[in-house]
């Protein structure tokens, strides 16, 4: 007997066999027959197994069925309003329990999805496929799930609709009949008014008869991996499974593996025409609106086509009240900044003025003498006049750059480069024009040397004919050489030599 192992995922929808004793959330809706007076009317609860096993007690393990599981678990519950039933590592008993737990339960407008991840086999001797739980044996089939077992449960099942995935080795073997072909003759109402009514049991498997990859989706198999983006990517708010199979996953397998997925009806099932619909969960509307859903707008007699222009419409708000927020968020980002700034010059302007000291020093290692103007009520410190007599060099390369532009700097110039611009002590402040002169002197004694700049220039453009425009000249100068800036410094002593 030869047997084949790998992923078999199984997803059955409106399985007859098994209903969860927890009640899910109904929707309903009705879809107008063009051409006819009747409206169907549909309603549905979504119930759904779902099985993933990965570390097997006799066979090889598996690296994604339990992940495929969960991913399954989560989009149907999140986006589609499924009530789910998880099973992790399940023997033969804990699945076929579960199978007759549902097929007590479920009703006739009820709809049911099992999804098996796992390993499966095919018998070439028996023409037969198995589902191969965690328990489950090389060359002995007592703990193995036949599909005729399948076939079987799903005859007693009153559900209106049914769909198994298999996502396995030779899942397609497992309960084939016919292939199906997509056909939306009649108008896209029509046609799902004609799904809805008519009763399915369908299989969507990952492949033929052949062996199916474990991987190939990241973290979850290749099958997996393509219906769980056709579910999450869905366009329309209902849509049949096989829509779902031939507009997405068959085209994505077949693409990138060797695989080819198929549709078909299960044979001796009770198939009668129909397929399975899944719905779309919609999300509320803004505040202020009557909250819908798309059962809501069906129910109401609307066309699909109203309900996607709708849907559309909510996406649009959406996309705008997250632009909004980011519009918002950047205002405020841009105020607080605003705000810091006008904080941080306030503080300046607060700071008390501080009675300038002219020291004189000598440093112990080089024996220099060096004199300097302290602007600070601090005493200094012996770690202070370190710091200064390491900064020797900078202040010798300043006063060489003096030294340069002293020849040519006018006479009143010169008598103002090495001593400040305020009135002697104890004399009253300067008045008139000179206050802004003063301010920006000041702002340059507290380091403030942007500030100092910036009222410099404001007095030359206010008064650019006296004598104190000459001496702003060069303290603009004296600022961006503070800063470091000896380039911009040279340009402006240039432009007060020039005035």
């Not at 910036?454 to 004296?478: C, N």
Request: aromatic share 10%.
């Amino acid at each position: 007997m030869k047997k084949t192992s790998s992923t078999f995922i199984i997803f059955l929808t409106f399985l007859v066999f098994f209903l969860p004793s927890v009640q899910s959330e109904e929707r309903s809706g009705t879809v107008k027959s063009k051409g006819e007076s009747t409206i169907l009317s549909y309603s549905t609860k979504y119930y759904a197994l779902i099985i993933g096993n990965n570390n097997y007690k006799h066979l090889r393990k598996l690296k994604t069925a339990v992940t495929d599981a969960k991913s399954v678990d989560k989009i149907l519950k999140n986006q589609y309003g499924f009530e789910t039933r998880l099973l992790i590592d399940a023997t033969r008993d804990n699945i076929l329990d579960n199978v007759n737990d549902f097929r007590k339960t479920l009703t006739e407008e009820d709809s049911f999805l099992i999804y098996y991840a796992g390993h499966g086999t095919f018998e070439k001797e028996a023409d037969k496929a198995y589902w191969l739980p965690i328990d489950a044996q090389n060359d002995n089939p007592t703990k193995w799930i036949i599909a005729d077992d399948i076939t079987t449960s799903i005859k007693r099942i009153v559900s209106r609709h049914i769909l198994i995935i298999s996502d396995s080795c030779y899942s397609g073997t497992l309960m084939r009949d016919l292939s199906l072909e997509l056909s939306t003759k009649g108008g896209r109402d029509e046609f799902i008014k004609k799904m809805m009514e008519r009763k399915s049991r369908t299989l969507m498997a990952s492949g033929g008869n052949e062996p199916v990859s474990d991987s190939g989706g990241g973290s979850n198999s290749i099958f997996a991996a393509a219906f769980l983006k056709a579910l999450d990517e869905a366009d329309k708010p209902l849509f049949t499974a096989e829509e779902l199979f031939h507009g997405r996953v068959k085209e994505i397998v077949a693409g990138k593996s060797d695989q080819v997925p198929e549709y078909n009806n299960i044979k001796n099932s009770g198939h009668e025409g129909g397929d399975f619909v899944f719905s779309l969960k919609t999300a509320s509307l803004k505040a202020g609106r009557q909250e819908l859903t798309p059962d809501d707008i069906v129910a109401k007699g609307s066309s699909l086509e109203e309900l996607e222009a709708e849907r559309r419409r909510i996406e649009e708000e959406k996309q705008r009240i997250t632009e909004d927020r980011k519009k918002l968020k950047m205002e405020k980002e841009r105020q607080k900044i605003s705000e810091d700034k006008a904080a941080e010059i306030q503080a300046q302007e607060n700071q008390p003025a501080h009675q300038k000291r002219f020291i004189t020093a000598t440093d112990k290692k080089t024996g220099k003498i060096i004199q300097f103007y302290w602007d600070s009520d601090k005493p200094i410190t012996d770690d202070i006049l370190d710091s200064i007599f390491a900064n020797v060099p900078a202040i010798e390369r300043k006063q060489s750059l003096q030294r340069m532009e002293k020849e040519q700097l006018p006479e009143f110039f010169q008598k103002q480069s090495i001593s400040p611009p305020l009135e002697k002590e104890g004399e009253e402040g300067l008045k008139g024009n000179e206050e802004i002169f003063n301010t920006a002197y000041s702002d340059f004694l507290k380091g403030s040397f942007q500030l100092a700049i910036t009222g410099f220039r404001s007095y030359i453009e206010k008064y650019p004919d006296t004598e104190l425009a000459g001496k702003s000249q060069y303290w603009i100068g004296e600022c961006y050489y503070s800063m470091g800036e000896y380039e911009k410094a040279i340009l402006e002593f240039n432009e007060g030599i020039s005035r």
